[in-house]
């Protein structure tokens, strides 16, 4: 690859200090003062220059991490594949990195990889354009310099912003082999910024996507996150498809899309993740759990037929198909503990919000998750086809009562049911499809009564 150091002074671009988070710029300017190098590089040089709010800055400096910790009282380094320092600031973290320099000739404690050329330690250290060098994309290689408020371009990063062209750095496959990662951040980076990739390193996403594979699962499942939470989701779930890798991270899912007629998989995944990206755009929290619950759902569904197909309960059915279809997806993605049991109460908290009784609605109402499962049956309502209109109607109006008047109205849905088992027991010689029928309507008929 040519390179060509290019200076962008202060004058010919738009970005301000004042655009610059005041936890950034104290940590460069310790830097400097220190008479370290010190620049902001990344996301946060690239979204400013788009006119766009960073999500988090990163700084590179010649300062050794070790060097890095001498310098702030609030730094801990972190990461043994890539060591790095992170300077705490409470919520907001600077993450500081050494500059990285080429692997040739060194010892496989700073520098390995493996057979398939995947870098397993990066951890030589060397110059600025060397740096510049080893990142992904040409976008995320332009340097902010401190000293002087110029931005450093080697790879032709302000021309490919410029054209909205997403370029990989040097060899597209040695890159991707290197870091198979990639292949998921070109895909973001894609989605997020609406720019083009360019041919090869488009093209070889569909010969080296495979690769995925071998990524230790809970980097792929913070990949995952990124790709769906950070505001972009929708657009990143269609790529991801394009691009042939949904498949890989959760190929039951994918499964399910392919299956399914009524492309109820697909839609419920579509509008979960409108409403997350229209949630974030507000500034609204969201949880992972929720949105790993909808990718699983119909799959898990499948399994809960398969047990209820081998005589199990409708309900033991629903925990043994929970419990099979979480531990089949860890095999590609890990799923953090705290969010696979939120997954789980989500979907066990569907029948009871589906058939409410005297007895447990009050429970249900008072459960910890009862929002996410409520906002999972107000979804579920939106794409599927069964009638569940007046129970969500119900659901919400309970929620704006006082307690006694949620007491009073889970004891008349009592009331409703006691009928309804009356009724049955007064039909028990009606053949099963009439009874189902009545037995149906006079469900929706108790509730719609409320
Ligand atoms: P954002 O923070 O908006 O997701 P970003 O570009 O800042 O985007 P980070 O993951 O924060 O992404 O990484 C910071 C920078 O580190 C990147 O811009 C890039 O220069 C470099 N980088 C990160 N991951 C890799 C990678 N896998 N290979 C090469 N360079 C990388
Ligand atoms: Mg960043």
Same mark, same amino acid.
């Given at each position: 690859m040519k390179i060509k150091k290019q200076i962008i002074s202060r004058k010919e671009h738009s970005i301000s200090r004042d655009a610059i988070s005041s936890n950034a710029l104290k940590v460069l300017y310790r830097l400097k003062d220190a008479g370290y190098q010190a620049y902001l590089v990344g996301g946060g040089v690239r979204d400013l220059l788009l006119g766009k709010k960073p999500k988090d800055f990163d700084v590179a400096t010649d300062a050794h991490p070790e060097e890095v910790k001498g310098l702030f009282r609030n730094c801990r380094l972190i990461g043994r594949r890539f060591r790095l320092a992170h300077i705490l600031y409470g919520r907001d973290v600077i993450e500081v990195a050494t500059f990285r320099g080429p692997h040739e000739g060194k010892s496989p404690s700073h520098a390995d990889q493996n057979k398939e050329g995947?870098?397993?330690?990066? *951890? $030589? %250290?060397g110059s600025l354009e060397e740096d510049a060098l080893r990142r992904d994309f040409s976008i995320n290689a332009l340097y902010y310099n401190i000293r002087d408020d110029s931005i450093v371009d080697f790879? !032709?990063? =302000? *021309?490919?912003? *410029?054209?909205?062209?997403l370029c990989m750095i040097?060899? $597209?496959e040695t890159r991707y082999r290197e870091d198979p990662v990639r292949m998921l951040r070109a895909v973001r980076f894609a989605a997020k910024l609406d720019f083009q990739m360019d041919r090869k390193t488009h093209d070889l996403i569909f010969e080296l996507g495979h690769l995925l594979e071998d990524i230790p699962v809970a980097r792929l499942f913070d990949e995952t996150i990124k790709l769906f939470q950070? !505001?972009?989701g929708l657009r990143c779930f269609q790529l991801l498809r394009e691009y042939q890798l949904f498949e890989l991270l959760f190929p039951m899912t994918e499964a399910s899309i392919s299956a399914s007629n009524s492309h109820q998989t697909l839609k419920i995944i579509e509008q979960a993740l409108i409403n997350t990206d229209e949630r974030i755009a507000a500034g609204k929290s969201v949880n992972p759990a929720f949105f790993l619950a909808v990718l699983l759902w119909y799959p898990m569904h499948e399994y809960k037929n398969r047990f209820i197909e081998r005589g199990e309960h409708e309900m033991e059915a629903l925990l043994s198909a929970s419990r099979e279809v979480i531990t089949r997806q860890q095999a590609y993605t890990s799923?953090?503990?705290? %969010?696979?049991? @939120? =997954?789980?109460?989500?979907w066990h908290m569907q029948p009871q919000l589906q058939h409410p009784t005297r007895?447990?609605? @009050?429970?249900?109402?008072? *459960?910890?998750? %009862?929002?996410?499962?409520y906002d999972f049956l107000l979804l579920r309502n939106s794409i599927e086809e069964v009638e569940l209109d007046a129970l969500c109607g119900w659901w919400t109006e309970?929620?704006?009562k006082s307690k006694t008047e949620q007491e009073s109205l889970c004891e008349q849905l009592g009331k409703g049911q006691k009928k309804t088992k009356r009724r049955n027991k007064r039909r028990r010689s009606k053949p099963d499809n009439q009874q189902n029928k009545s037995n149906k309507t006079s469900i929706k008929r108790s509730v719609a009564q409320e």
């Open positions: 995947r870098i397993i330690r990066d *951890n $030589v %250290f790879t !032709g990063g =302000m *021309n490919d912003l *410029n054209h909205k062209m040097g060899d $597209v950070g !505001g972009y799923i953090p503990k705290r %969010f696979s049991l @939120m =997954m789980r109460e989500i007895k447990r609605a @009050m429970r249900t109402l008072m *459960n910890r998750r %009862f929002r996410a499962g309970i929620q704006t």
